[in-house]
């Protein structure tokens, strides 16, 4: 499967910004979800997750009330909503796909986009 991230740009501190993946090559409604985001001399980390049908989430503490991740099997897209973006949310964001059983943080993605940079100024 192949995934492209989009909707990155520069965005003011307090501001919101919406990023869409979208899936080609083969169905994503049986598998979760994920986006991570990697900020410069910082590692990866995961930010937010969905099952396979919507049903449960899981968010990073650091954006928790912030962002709200979902999903439309139908459009084989899913999305995250950023509100109240802080300058520390400056980062470049992935999507990502997981088989198997439900583990946002210790389970393995195997399908990665490419990355989209959002820009937070303060």
């Known amino acids: 499967v192949q995934l492209q991230a989009s909707g990155g740009g520069l965005v003011q501190a307090g501001g919101s910004r919406r990023l869409s993946c979208v899936a080609s090559?083969?169905?994503?409604?049986?598998?979760?979800m994920a986006w991570f985001r990697q900020a410069p001399g910082k590692e990866r980390e995961v930010v937010a997750a969905?099952?396979?049908?919507?049903?449960?989430?899981y968010y990073a503490d650091s954006v928790k009330g912030r962002f709200t991740i979902s999903r439309d099997n139908a459009k084989n897209t899913v999305y995250l909503q950023m509100n109240s973006l802080k300058s520390e949310d400056t980062a470049i964001y992935f999507c990502?796909?997981?088989?198997?059983?439900?583990?946002?943080?210790?389970?393995?993605?195997?399908?990665w986009g490419q990355g989209t940079l959002v820009t937070v100024s303060s």
């Open positions: 990502a796909a997981q088989g198997g059983s439900w583990d946002p943080i210790r389970g393995r993605y195997q399908y």
């Open positions: 090559g083969r169905t994503i409604g049986n598998v979760n």
């Open positions: 969905i099952g396979w049908s919507g049903g449960i989430t």
